[in-house]
């Protein structure tokens, strides 16, 4: 997604300036949550337990990620970390939901079994 800022921070002449390019910034954000909540709920098609859904080392895998990511943009590793803590959490519980209601599908078994003998890889990588 494109982020058209109309102005620079340095460039804002005043409050209104600054409350629109805010807006605009936080629609973009917004704007790809959307999009990582499709791949999440698309990942869970490749889930074979709770537990691969839930992905515990890759959760705190993650949020390691992102607080290295929040340093080099000079923000508070502390408050990233809390920020992609709760919507991951989220996340993970609208997984687990489409995880379950997927499970409940007459060819859900026939289809993993195909997916996991096709390559041998039983595809328990986690998007988060």
Known sequence: ??????????????MEDI???????DRAVIALLGARFKYVLAASKFKTSAAT???E????AMLATRRQWAEAEGLSADAIEQLYSNLVQHFIAEEMKHWQAAQALPERPALMAKITSEDGDNHTDSVR
Not at 1 to 14: D, F, L, R, Y
């Open 53 to 55: 859904v839930r992905a």
């Open 57 to 60: 080392q890759r959760f705190k």
């Open 19 to 25: 409350r629109r390019e805010i807006d605009t910034l």
């Open 1 to 14: 997604m494109e982020v058209k800022q109309q102005m620079s921070p340095e460039q804002c002449q005043g």
